[in-house]
């Protein structure tokens, strides 16, 4: 099993632009969420998702969005970047929510100019 | 409301010293569950652990060993004998339910330097 994968890696993008970070896992987790870590902040819960077609927002949803069309798959979509964004992005998936073990993707590292 | 508070931002030890890495946290919940997270400098998040607020028991890994002391609504976790491999970022997180929703709360997170 490849776990929890994201793409890109890292990227650059210029403010105004949109973007998507992908997140896939091979799990069969009904759960997943996107999490962004900034120095001395932690990580702050973005958006979730409790399965295909349901997702809900997080602490700081603002400037993001999600969807879930299949159990594989949490895209989240920057619409208009913006030098706020600039952090590193986790997703994670579990088996049943937050009070489970969460499974971390390497992350995505995400500079807006 | 909740909090997760890890109130030491980075400690420094020397190889082979013991370590705690202290966690607090506030919740109104009854059933909740606490996680450590390790992040070491390649930057993957690694769990370590997970406790719900009903197992008090405290808990020992090898060379780590958790604190669980709802009194004092603290989850500390101990490193014996630190190893220049344990140089992480240490999260401490809190999960529970409000209203039908869960979520999850992490700490700051402590850094922690093993110099040998």
């Known amino acids: 099993n490849a776990g929890v994968t994201q793409t890109p890696k890292f990227q650059v993008l210029k403010t105004g632009q949109s973007m998507t970070l992908q997140c896939a896992q091979d799990m069969n987790h009904e759960y997943m969420s996107w999490y962004r870590q900034d120095p001395g902040m932690g990580l702050r819960l973005i958006h979730y998702s409790v399965g295909a077609g349901i997702t809900d927002q997080g602490e700081v949803p603002n400037g993001y969005n999600v969807s879930r069309s299949t159990t594989e798959d949490f895209p989240l979509r920057l619409l208009s970047a913006a030098p706020s964004q600039t952090s590193v992005y986790f997703c994670?998936?579990?088996?049943?929510?937050?009070?489970?073990?969460?499974?971390f993707g390497p992350g995505t590292r995400l500079l807006v100019l | 409301a909740q909090k997760v508070t890890q109130a030491q931002t980075e400690i420094s030890v020397v190889e082979k010293e013991d370590v705690t890495l202290d966690c607090v946290y506030e919740?109104?919940?009854?059933?909740?569950?606490l996680f450590w997270y390790k992040q070491p400098p390649s930057g993957e998040l690694v769990f370590l652990i997970r406790r719900n607020s009903f197992d008090e028991q405290n808990e020992i890994s090898g060379r780590y060993s958790w604190n669980f002391q709802k009194s004092t609504s603290s989850f500390n976790f101990t490193i014996t004998a630190s190893q220049v491999v344990d140089s992480a970022v240490y999260f401490c997180?809190?999960?529970?339910?409000?209203?039908?929703?869960?979520?999850?709360?992490f700490g700051k997170g402590t850094k922690l330097t093993v110099n040998p």
């Open positions: 919740t109104r919940d009854t059933t909740y569950y």
């Open positions: 997180a809190l999960s529970e339910t409000q209203g039908g929703s869960e979520k999850l709360v």
């Open positions: 994670a998936s579990s088996w049943g929510g937050h009070q489970e073990t969460q499974y």
